[in-house]
């Protein structure tokens, strides 16, 4: 089992900054991807950022510039550092986490987080 442990969501005027984070935890042999989604009410969930197992990020077109993914391969941890928000950022934001439980597993299953809520104000 694979936990992923989310925080740093909150409330936020728009301007401000928030940052993100996500600590995997369990039966984890290797790490792939990592990336951070959100889903607003009445819209789909969607990828905004995502980070390779070499750091190689990539980014929405609606985030870009604003929003910069990491991580800690030694904490197994992705972070999500959110500036300049806007009201339109508000979501909840899962991360998503690519995982080998084991050295003999043939490929990397998705993980989910709980999802955390940013809410911005104008």
């Known amino acids: 089992q694979v936990q992923l442990v989310e925080s740093g969501g909150g409330l936020v005027q728009a301007g401000g900054s928030l940052r993100l984070s996500c600590s995997a935890s369990?039966?984890?042999?290797?790490?792939?991807?990592m990336g951070w989604y959100r889903q607003a009410p009445g819209k789909q969930r969607e990828l905004i950022a995502a980070?390779?197992?070499?750091?190689?990020?990539n980014y929405a077109d609606s985030v870009k510039g604003r929003f910069t993914i990491s991580r800690d391969n030694a904490k197994k941890t992705v972070y999500l550092q959110m500036n300049s928000l806007k009201p339109e950022d508000a979501a909840v934001y899962y991360c998503n986490v690519e995982v080998k439980y084991a050295y003999w597993s043939d490929r990397y299953v998705e993980v989910w987080g709980q999802g955390t809520l940013v809410t911005v104000s104008s």
């Open positions: 980070v390779s197992s070499v750091g190689s990020a």
């Open positions: 369990g039966s984890i042999f290797s790490i792939n991807a």
